[in-house]
């Protein structure tokens, strides 16, 4: 079993800037992928981006030079720096986690199915 345990959302205004972090604890040994999901109001579920052991990272086209993944592997905790924050970025962003390295093929990496634990989630507002 693996926990997760994300922080670091809020309020902020549309250009803004904030930092999520999530942190696994459990059976984290081996390879991880590690990535982060947004569900906004009346939206599905998409994944935003992901980053393994291995130091590789993927990212939604949407937030492609404004989101930043990194991994600290020893902990493990997952981090997204969020810059330059869009009306749209509105969500409940979910932290999870899939064991072994992401499948980066056909952006599966983006794909909820591929995780196998989930945090509870932490809540970012863009306002304008």
């Known amino acids: 079993q693996v926990q997760l345990q994300e922080s670091g959302g809020g309020s902020v205004q549309a250009g803004g800037s904030l930092r999520l972090s999530c942190a696994a604890s459990?059976?984290?040994?081996?390879?991880?992928?590690m990535g982060w999901f947004r569900q906004g109001p009346g939206k599905a579920r998409e994944g935003v981006a992901a980053v393994d052991s291995d130091g590789s990272s993927g990212y939604l086209d949407s937030v492609k030079g404004r989101f930043t993944i990194s991994l600290e592997n020893a902990k493990p905790i997952v981090s997204l720096r969020m810059n330059n924050l869009q009306r749209e970025d509105t969500a409940m962003y979910y932290c999870?986690?899939?064991?072994?390295?992401?499948?980066?093929?056909?952006?599966?990496?983006?794909?909820?199915?591929?995780?196998?634990?989930w945090g509870q989630g932490t809540q970012v507002t863009v306002s304008s």
């Open positions: 999870a986690v899939h064991m072994g390295t992401c499948t980066w093929w056909q952006q599966r990496y983006l794909a909820a199915r591929e995780y196998n634990y």
């Open positions: 459990g059976r984290t040994y081996g390879p991880i992928c």
